[in-house]
């Protein structure tokens, strides 16, 4: 346990959340993922969480192994084509994790998941978190656009509603 990261992390005011994605851009988030599952066949989930409970600070959790918690919590895996991606973002680390099915795997690499997760981090130590939040939406919808185009039988199998956890 990193001693300068627990104590970040507990005294983590969860109110800075609803300051840093405040309600209107919650809704703009939900809505630029809905247009973005018009293009494609993929099915996108947008989680915040604002710091790390105790139990994983005391394991020193990572946020990509979180990120894979929230990937099955959420249940982002259990789509028909194995098509869903998960973006979580852990405000307190500043840190942003991007998971995708099996299916998007075997398409996109990891080093593509890590550009998107860097330039999203570039707008959110700005303190930019709903344009952050855009551009990665857009650069992985773009990818998804590629990879599994929009089917006449596509349904929208995950709530397009961002997770605050």
């Known amino acids: 346990m990193q001693l300068t990261r627990t104590i970040k992390h507990l005294f983590y005011p969860g ?15 939900e809505s630029v993922i809905a247009s973005s599952e018009s293009k494609h066949g993929g099915e996108i989930r947008f989680a915040i969480e604002s710091s790390l409970p105790l139990r994983a600070l005391w394991n020193n959790e990572q946020p990509h192994e979180r990120a894979l918690e929230v990937f099955s919590l959420l249940k982002v895996w259990d789509t028909e084509d194995n098509n869903g991606v998960l973006i979580y973002l852990l405000l307190a680390d500043r840190k942003v994790e991007i998971i995708a099915d099996r299916n998007i795997n075997k398409v996109v690499g990891r080093e593509e998941w890590q550009r998107i997760c860097k330039l999203m981090e570039v707008d959110y130590r700005a303190g930019r978190f709903g344009n952050g939040a855009v551009k990665g ?18 349904k929208n199998e995950l709530p397009n509603k961002p997770v605050i956890l």
Do not use: M, S, Y
């Open 15 to 29: 109110w800075w959340l609803r300051r840093d994605f405040p309600a209107d851009e919650l809704a703009k988030v």
């Open 137 to 154: 939406i857009g650069e992985i919808g773009t990818l998804l656009e590629k990879h599994f185009p929009v089917g006449d039988n596509d």
